[in-house]
């Protein structure tokens, strides 16, 4: 029970398993060259401890002195709510209306979790939350881009010749037995090459694999580039 408690042994392993966990998360979202890296997390997650370690102590020492100090949990709260402002910083919308970092966002938010159970000193949970948070960011990845790239509906970013008109491009896909959801154009042109841009949501009428779709609208007369978002 010595390592449930605020002791100087408990204090030092706590945050060198924050230091870990954290470290062993954002590992993965660095390689990845993703807007939070290691250190982030291993910020957020010591960070955590720390805050969960002096809740647990002002606690703790109030509780010795006869006179418990209200709930042991309120900075543990505070955590959980305020990690918002940091997983929101992560979060961007692309030229494309395309989201990314929701991934990191959730991250680190889980990360902080962990911290709060190591600096309470829940090693158990910590422990296999942190070994699930990993395996999902990296084990489970390679699954979710296969099942991303054999969904009926693909959004594509489409370049086409200034003098190949949209409806010539919709005759092909509609000949190809793709239903159009949407059609975005560019407002920026593109003088170089004398090209127009526009984003396109197909959807097809079975699940097929995205890079045959791709290469088949690559092959329409006056399309000067396809790349799926």
Not at 29 to 52: D, E, Q, S, W
Not at 97 to 115: D, E, F, H
Not at 147 to 170: A, D, P, R
Request: charged share 20%; with cysteine; glycine share 10%.
């Amino acid at each position: 029970m010595e390592l449930r408690e605020v002791t100087y042994l408990a204090v030092v392993l706590r945050i060198l398993a924050a230091v870990i966990c954290g470290g062993a998360i954002g590992l993965e979202r660095g390689m990845k060259n993703r807007p939070a890296g290691m250190r982030t997390y291993m910020l957020v997650c010591v960070g955590a401890c720390l805050i969960m370690l002096t809740n647990q102590y002002i606690y703790q020492a109030s509780l010795a002195a006869g006179n418990p100090a209200g709930d042991p949990t309120r900075l543990g709260a505070q955590v959980v709510s305020g990690i918002g402002f940091l997983g929101a910083g992560t979060i961007i919308v692309t030229r494309y209306n395309q989201i990314k970092g929701l991934t990191t966002a959730a991250g680190l938010w889980s990360a902080a979790g962990v911290g709060l159970a190591l600096g309470v000193g829940f090693y158990e949970a910590a422990l296999v939350a942190g070994i699930a948070i990993f395996a999902v960011l990296t084990l489970l990845q390679r699954w979710d881009d296969r099942m991303h790239s054999k969904t009926k509906v693909i959004e594509l970013y489409i370049e086409m010749e200034k003098e190949t008109h949209v409806g010539y491009f919709i005759r092909c896909i509609r000949e190809m037995n793709l239903e159009i959801n949407g059609i975005q154009m560019e407002q920026e042109t593109q003088s170089e090459n004398d090209t127009r841009g526009m984003i396109a949501t197909l959807k097809s009428p079975k699940r097929s694999k995205h890079e045959d779709l791709i290469e088949e609208i690559r092959k329409i007369k006056g399309i000067t580039y396809v790349e799926e978002l």
